[in-house]
């Protein structure tokens, strides 16, 4: 088992109107993921309203705050026990036999428009073996066609704009990597997180978006920026693209400062706990009980 020690910390300066928000910066509560403590504060005397989407365990928090200074904080203890699977074991899934709640994860949607990577998915994917590895193919291709590169897009960069543009942040990476696996009918979808185990050269530490893939009856993890340690990410949400998870979206005047994030690795083996590592296996988050061969 792995548990993080995960704070969040978010500064505002908001004008004289006032300004609505709605954070998703909660940990999930899902079958691989438990929420063993958590504190949510604000510096302004405003009275929250906290609620959970029921398709996708997505925990959203809306407020309306005053004119001034708003300091977000949110901490929480979190224990991940996840499944690990041989690549080689796993298979896609065809459309036909996808569970309902999986196939809006096939269509285009705004900032992943698989329609337009058809042809290119094809030419450069399709002749390979269905399975994992294909998608790790995606991934692979997607790594070594995109730079990662700081502020180098925008809250409207979409998967053909990285295309185009070949740099990017985790979250164009995330949205590139997705539109290829729904132009072969494989469902993808955005999730995110906080990076754990990111290189400090890339920056302090921070959000992170990454990609989950339906193979084998399950939601599989992959890290097409390849900048964290997949089995050290806290899930905050999922949806079909960065549209649905923001991590905060803001109505009216407002001036963001640089988050402060922090998440810790519990190392006491004789109590269970083990450091994240990254892994050769399948990583996925519906919960088992394999170990990592790795």
């Known amino acids: 088992m792995i548990r993080i020690e995960l704070q969040v910390g ?60 708003l300091r977000v904080s949110y901490a929480a203890t979190v224990d991940l026990v996840h499944h690990f699977a041989k690549p080689d074991q796993v298979a896609e899934v065809p459309v036909q036999h996808l569970p309902p709640e999986v196939i809006a994860y096939i269509y285009p949607s705004r900032y992943c428009q698989s329609d337009l ?67 072969l009918n494989i469902p993808a979808r955005f999730a995110t997180g906080t990076d754990y185990g990111a290189d ?12 989950e893939v339906y193979l084998g009856q399950r939601w599989y993890i992959f890290d097409p920026s390849g900048t964290g340690i997949p089995m050290g990410f806290i899930r905050f949400g999922t949806g079909r693209d960065a549209a649905d998870v923001s991590f905060a979206t803001i109505f009216g005047g407002v001036r963001t400062h640089v988050p402060v994030i922090s998440a810790l690795a519990l190392d006491d083996p004789a109590h269970g706990f083990v450091l994240p590592q990254r892994c050769a296996d399948a990583l996925s988050t519906d919960r088992g009980v394999d170990t990592c061969q790795a």
């Open 117 to 183: 990577f058809v042809n290119l998915a094809m030419s450069t994917f399709g002749g390979l073996a269905n399975g994992y590895s294909r998608v790790l193919a995606i991934e692979d291709w997607v790594r070594k066609n995109v730079t990662f590169k700081s502020r180098s897009s925008t809250t409207t960069t979409s998967a053909i704009d990285t295309l185009n543009s070949k740099v990017g942040v985790c979250r164009d990476f995330a949205h590139l990597m997705i539109a290829l696996c729904r132009a």
């Open 200 to 211: 400090p050269t890339l920056g302090p530490p921070d959000f992170q978006a990454y990609v």
């Open 10 to 69: 978010l500064n505002f300066e908001i004008d004289q109107a006032g300004a609505d928000f709605v954070f998703n910066i909660h940990a999930a509560r899902t079958a691989a993921q438990t929420i063993v403590a958590e504190r949510f504060e604000l510096s302004q005397p405003v009275t929250p309203q906290m609620y959970t989407d029921a398709a996708s365990g997505n925990r959203y928090l809306r407020l309306h705050a005053l004119p001034g200074v």
